[in-house]
């Protein structure tokens, strides 16, 4: 037995050596690593491996590792495709499967406590059998693991409604070479929530043994349908404006000219608009050739993949129509208002039917199947996930394509739709060495940056975008660091991943504004950079004057407001903050979240607010134009009521609860935003209150936690209705 | 054809969830792509072989992973092939003589004797055979231990119906093409779920407590005989699932298995020999209650 097999296996039951499963341990799913397998390179293999069983058990071995100096890395269920996960020579792999336990049910608050290594299919068989479901459904939700989830900020195949995995977390037990730490719902009074910065840490500051995640009822209904647009242009179009009319689709997947043609996703009219004669029948077919898996033995193919620039060039030739799925969940009586809603903005569209969108749902897992014969083939494959403004989506998506297309064969779809913005979703496939295929990722993410995305949406960093996470978040880094340094003061937790050591260039200043306290206006992303410490109300005349106004209004000077924020009162679509200029006291300046919902690392926004002198923040803004509907019902108990409208799904932009001062009923009003408001009043058996005094949400006092808050926001409230129980 | 070792060492793991080997052990080297990944390596010359051999020595033949692959890969075929590759062969112990002359043969395979039982219950004689090794089962990869066992088998049973109620013994019958009837099909051994037919594993315990089906308790075969504590972790997983008043089981072996476990065992020679009730649970007992279980998965149990 070898030392530090004797020692971990003192504190830890489970320890091994064994070269099987140190093999095993060794790599994650990084393309990288499997082209390198395919080429009869093993992957490094760790010290050794072990299975915690409790989170006691994961403090002491970090309390003896730190002092030991003994790199850690985390290992979930290894799905990771960066290189985040796999075992370094020196070090001892921490494996979390054999702490999978749900370890509580809270139907009260729709909470659920579990372990990390649970399996993302386990947990959502076993809480479908409660009747309760995260929805959180990567298409690696068959080997992925939950702590994996909020180790790299994963997004499932829903989260256009029901966010990424981050928005679920509301609590996390975190062992950290210091000691345990605790967050959001259960961090100590009176200290910074870690939460934001633990999450899509990718085990760099500690490992995550439990999480309080959110749940939903199993929705009752689903509707699914295809639409075929002339273009991407268009389709892009539609999307936003569902996005952006709070109608909340669970599903809005629009595949580019390319996508769209393999597998003859439009049928036989796919084609139609595309370029006519023989070489674009010919490439048709080799496109078509690419959902079938046994045509990559074909020569056609390989030569394809062989040269890449004609192929995509011909691929561009198609102009070509687009298809877009669309599908919405939940309530039965809710569901028809939206998508009713929805209809008015895809009259350019052919309707499709319901046919092509039931069947990406039943087979949607089955891409997962088509990488691995590339690599059997002699060639590689693998998937970028980037993510931008709605302002900047098209111009990135033709640079980044642009960039891989010099390289690889590359197609792509659009997910994760938001108010403000979109990712997209680049496959791509190619033959050559690892020379080829690092040259294909260093020409992307450069294109990624120039466009002004980010660089990962939900597949985190790992190695593989170590170099240009670093790059994006900048001096802002420094935020991480001095956590980094309190929770891991030894450097041992997973070494060389996430970010690299450098000195980030300045960001410099903004532009000089003429516009007063509101320096830009992104009417298209919906989104305004203003001045943290204008007034409210000289906030808010400004955006009247643009035609806008708040989406969630301040009651205070944004930079003491968002301090005060409560990230875990609101449901995280109602996200205060995007973009953040922020300078150091030494006159540094550093800008994050230019880009929606990034996995490049932790979202060090909050910390930053704490640490420099913000200069300006970009928010979510309203048009003044856009219809709203504000509804009450006379209630004996307007929170009960609340409660029970938001679990059924309803998304107001404001609840608010009043009692009578005279004796009379007390009353629950409801602000709702975007053309299903009437409906949707109507469906739910509320009483209209006349247009005049539907007016900007009021104020929340505080952010709502309890329920003896007179107004809470957003739909996730619900969940902490009432008080939330201790641990 | 590409080669199927091959297409799970690339694949991104799509079955681990459904492998009950690695779900129960949460081991990465227990998946079905890592398990073949091992067996591609060593065919590739990458991998000591006997590397390898271990490997393939954690599937327990079960089938979750082939039924839930779209590109349908034999796996307990392709790993029960590597280990006759790569592993030693083992020496079945010998076959004792079939006692007594009937035409149905009870294939005893632990310690309790039921012919006689059956026999009275039958109004019938019935012949007994008794095996301390279900019948070779974990023997059964080489072809230079299995062949000599199916043929004595066969010149022993020579044209009569075994009775099991035992998925390993049914296993190496089925191997064998001799005909064998389950024990709980039997005329008045009431059981009281229904059975589902996996190829291998005739278990369904509580089927509304599992998504599918958990197709073995880990104690047939090779992986009870190779790694005995992966074969307990299994054992607990199953006992884990099952809702804590009642485990309708219909196989020793399982029953084997859960002995160590707070659940209530039926098993079909029990019944027989009324040391248990035939009462009828209703089907698939379930307390449908939330977590946590009685029994903590994993963490609670020896
Ligand atoms: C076929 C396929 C499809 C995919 N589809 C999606 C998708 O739709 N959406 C998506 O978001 N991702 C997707 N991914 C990527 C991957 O599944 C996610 O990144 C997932 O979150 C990783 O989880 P894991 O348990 O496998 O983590 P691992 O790969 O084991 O680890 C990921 C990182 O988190 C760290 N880590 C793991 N567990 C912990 C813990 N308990 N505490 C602290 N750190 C930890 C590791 O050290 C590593 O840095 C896909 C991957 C594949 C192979
Ligand atoms: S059996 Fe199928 S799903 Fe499982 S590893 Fe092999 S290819 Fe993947
Ligand atoms: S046959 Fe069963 S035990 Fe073997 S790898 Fe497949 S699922 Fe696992």
Redesign the pocket.
Known sequence: MSSIERIVGGIVPRVSTDPLHLLAAGR??WSRTTLRLANGLLPQTPAAICWPETHQQLVELLDWASAAGVPI?????????CG??GGREDSLVVD?KRMRGITRVDREHMLVHVE?GMLGQELEDRLERLGLATRHS???IW???V???A??R????FSSLYGKFEDMVVAMKVATPTGTLLTGMHSPPGQEDLGPVIQGS??TL???TELCIRVVPVPEHRWLRAYAFPDLSSALEAMRAIMQADLWPAVMRLYDPVDTLIGGKLGSSGGKSSGKGHGHRAFLRILQSLDNLDAFRSRELNLAFALPRLLNRLAAGLGGRVLLILGWEGDPQIVPCQVQAAMGFLQGAQDLGAAPAHAWYQHRHDV?YKLAPIFSRGGFADTMEVASTWTRLEPMYRMVRDALARNVVVMSHFSHAYPEGCSIYFTFAGTGDIHRYDRTWEEALRAVRLAGGTVTH???V?LLKARAATRELGHALRVYRRRKQSLDPGGIM?PG?LFVAASPADDGPLPPSSKGPVFHLDSKSLLATVDPVASPSALREALAREGYTFRIPPDRPLKDWLLAWNLLAFDRHEVPMFGLQARFKDGCSARIGMAPRSAAGPDLRWGLLREAEPEAVEIPVIPLSAPRCLASMATPEPWQEARKLLRRGLRPLSCKGSSSPRGGQDRLSLLLLGPAGDSLVEALGLSPTPASSAKDPSPPRNPAMHASEDTIRGATAHHLLGEPEDA | MPDPYQTCTFC?RLCRHVCPVALATGLEAATPSAMMGAVYLARRGLLDPSLAGRAAAMCTACGACSRHCKEQVPVGDLLSQARSRYLPPRSPEALAPVEGDAPRVAVECDTRSWAGALARKLREPVARLHTSDHLGASCMDHPQTAEPQISSLARLLDGRIAITSCSACAGVLRRANLQYVWLHSLPGIHVPTPVLDSPTMKLSPAPDLLPGTLPCCGQGGILARSFPQLAKDLARECASRLPATAVPTFDSLFRVALTPYDVDIYDPIDILLGEAPAASLHEGTSKGGEAPQKRTPLHGAP
């Not at chain 1, 890395?73 to 495709?81: D, F, H």
């Not at chain 1, 994963?154 to 195949?157: E, M, P, R, Y």
């Open positions: 994650d799913l890395v985390p290992y979930g269920a290894g799905s990771g495709v985040g996960s979390t990390p990567p298409s690696s080997c992925s693991s702590g994996g989830w180790a790299a994963s997004a499932g195949q990718e085990g500690g490992l995550i997962s939900h597949h985190g790992g997973n991943r | 991104p």
